[in-house]
Structures are given as C-alpha cells and as structure tokens.
C-alpha cells in the first residue's frame, strides 16, 4: 500500500510563493518515479512536474515551466514542489502521485495518488 500525504497548500496573494510537501512511505522511494499533477474546479487534470527519485531527472510540463521545481529530500521521505510567482489561474487541488504514466514522453496520469492540498491564489 502506497501513501503519499500532501501539505503546504493554502491561501496566498498574487505574486507569492508557495512549498508544497509530499511525504511517503520508504518503500515508496527509489521504486516510483514520482510526480505533481493539479486539478481545478471544472477542469481536467493537469500533470505539472516529475523526478525520479533514484537518478533525480526532472520533468516539467510547459505549462507552468519555469515557475516550479520539483524537488526531493531522500532522508525526509519527502518531495517538494516549489511554485513562484502564483497566479490566481494557478488556483487548484494539488496532488501528489507515484507510479507515473507516460505517453509518447508525455507525463499523463499515475498509480497512487495523495489526497490533494488545496491552493488558493487571490488578492
């Protein structure tokens, strides 16, 4: 059984910053790759970033490139995602996943996910 919890999420203003935690359990680690995805309000779900925990390859969607990084603690169990520059646009549920799917080098969907941290981007 796969757990991944998330936190971080919140209410923020335009222009901020914002963590978001994923931890999971050991066996989780270096057998997953392992990702970001978010979900708004009326809206499909989007896959954000990615890393492999063994290698730390890194992966990011282009549609919010260059405002994120993905990034993980191996000692902590733990994967961040940081998230500059928030839009209200950027306004979602954020879930953590592992066991990523794939298309064409595409990142799609995922095995197990976490059950998502609310972010709220709003003056």
């Known amino acids: 059984q796969v757990q991944l919890v998330e936190s971080g999420g919140g209410l923020v203003q335009p222009g901020d910053s914002l963590r978001l935690s994923c931890t999971c359990d050991?066996?989780?680690?270096?057998?997953?790759?392992m990702g970001w995805f978010r979900q708004a309000p009326g809206k499909q779900r989007e896959a954000i970033a990615a890393i492999r925990w063994r290698t730390e390859n890194t992966y990011y969607t282009e549609s919010m490139k260059g405002r994120v990084t993905i990034s993980r603690d191996n000692a902590k169990n733990t994967m961040y995602l940081q998230i500059n520059s928030l839009k209200p646009e950027d306004s979602a549920v954020y879930y953590c996943a592992a066991d990523l799917t794939w298309y064409f080098g595409t990142l799609r969907s995922a095995r197990y996910w976490g059950q998502g941290t609310q972010v709220t981007v709003s003056s």
């Open positions: 050991g066996r989780t680690l270096g057998r997953y790759g």
